[in-house]
C-alpha cells in the first residue's frame, strides 16, 4: 500500500476519534469503525449528532430532521432493491 493510504487512514481515524470526544463518547469506539455496519452507524451518530449531546443528551431539530431523511432514503433503497 502506497504511504498515503496509511497517512489518509490515520487522519481520519483521528478526526473520527476527536468528533466522537466532542459529541461526548469514547474516542476508543472508533475501533469499532472496523466492523463493516457499526462504520455506517458511526458515521451517521459523527455527521448528525450536535456537539451538546453529551450535556443535553437531546438532538436539536435539524438532527432529527436529518436523521429522518437518512433513515427514510435507507429504509426506500432497501426498497428498491428487492422491487
Known sequence: ?????EAT????????????KNIGFSPWNTLLMII???NILMFFMCVIIN??????KK???AAKII????LG???F???LSFA
Open 1 to 5: 500500500m502506497p504511504p498515503s493510504f
Open 9 to 20: 487512514s490515520m487522519l481520519a481515524h483521528r478526526v473520527t476519534a476527536l468528533r466522537l
Open 36 to 38: 463493516p455496519l457499526v
Open 51 to 56: 456537539k451538546n449531546y453529551a450535556k443535553t
Open 59 to 61: 438532538m436539536d431539530l
Open 67 to 70: 436523521s429522518l431523511l437518512l
Open 73 to 75: 432514503l435507507i429504509v
Open 77 to 79: 433503497g432497501i426498497f
